[in-house]
T-cell receptor
Framework: GAVVSQHPSRVICKSGTSVKIECRSLDFQATTMFWYRQFPKKSLMLMATSNEGSKATYEQGVEKDKFLINHASLTLSTLTVTSAHPEDSSFYIC???????????FGPGTRLTVT | GNSVTQMEGPVTLSEEAFLTINCTYTATGYPSLFWYVQYPGEGLQLLLKATKADDKGSNKGFEATYRKETTSFHLEKGSVQVSDSAVYFCALSGGRDDKIIFGKGTRLHILP
């Protein structure tokens, strides 16, 4: 089956620093990738839609200058959390849309802890 | 807008018990419906899906039927196992490249 990877799986950073999370589709090209955030014991909240070669579309309430998304190629999207604060600590999950059935495949997630 | 409502958890059952997790949805048009499962410490996995009314999705002994008349997609399993302990998410999607809307998730504990 289709595989989506995320790197790193866990990261701890200090308040004020920036962290980059990578999402890769390993065996297919994904024109669209999604970034989600999951709070403890809560559902997934869609943050943004990432399309290759164009600017990401952010959901209402998500700061685009804080959560920078770059869809550099058909197999790679990156999420950069800029000037991270403790409240940004969360589980970040990406998904990639695989044609022709346009199913979404999810990455294993990245746990970010900001100290 | 589109939304998904699923039963609150946690749900605790004994092994071999019958499981039902209710899910209802609100959507325009004809969405696709999904159940995802998240095992402890792991990412989301697609458990089953249905793309049109009266379709039944099934996998690993789990089943769910797309009921348009009741806008429901309840998850059932006849005999649960300890290994089924996880969080289950009901979800819908409007179609190609469309975002997935998730329910809040239901945590399931199966006791041996």
């Amino acid at each position: 089956g289709a595989v989506v990877s995320q790197h790193p799986s866990r990261v701890i950073c200090k308040s004020g620093t920036s962290v980059k999370i990578e999402c890769r589709s390993l065996d297919f090209q994904a024109t669209t990738m999604f970034w989600y955030r999951q709070f403890p014991k809560k559902s997934l909240m869609l943050m943004a839609t990432s399309n290759e070669g164009s600017k990401a579309t952010y959901e209402q309430g998500v700061e685009k200058d804080k959560f920078l998304i770059n869809h550099a190629s058909l197999t790679l999207s990156t999420l950069t959390v800029t000037s991270a604060h403790p409240e940004d600590s969360s589980f970040y999950i990406c998904s990639a849309v695989r044609p022709p059935a346009y199913e979404q495949y999810f990455g294993p997630g990245t746990r970010l802890t900001v100290t | 807008g589109n939304s998904v409502t699923q039963m609150e958890g946690p749900v605790t059952l004994s092994e071999e018990a019958f499981l039902t997790i209710n899910c209802t949805y609100t959507a325009t048009g004809y969405p696709s419906l999904f159940w995802y499962v998240q095992y402890p410490g792991e990412g989301l996995q697609l458990l089953l899906k249905a793309t049109k009314a009266d379709d039944k999705g099934s996998n690993k002994g789990f089943e769910a039927t797309y009921r348009k008349e009741t806008t429901s997609f309840h998850l059932e399993k006849g005999s649960v196992q300890v290994s089924d302990s996880a969080v289950y998410f009901c979800a819908l999607s409007g179609g190609r490249d469309d975002k997935i809307i998730f329910g809040k998730g239901t945590r399931l504990h199966i006791l041996p």
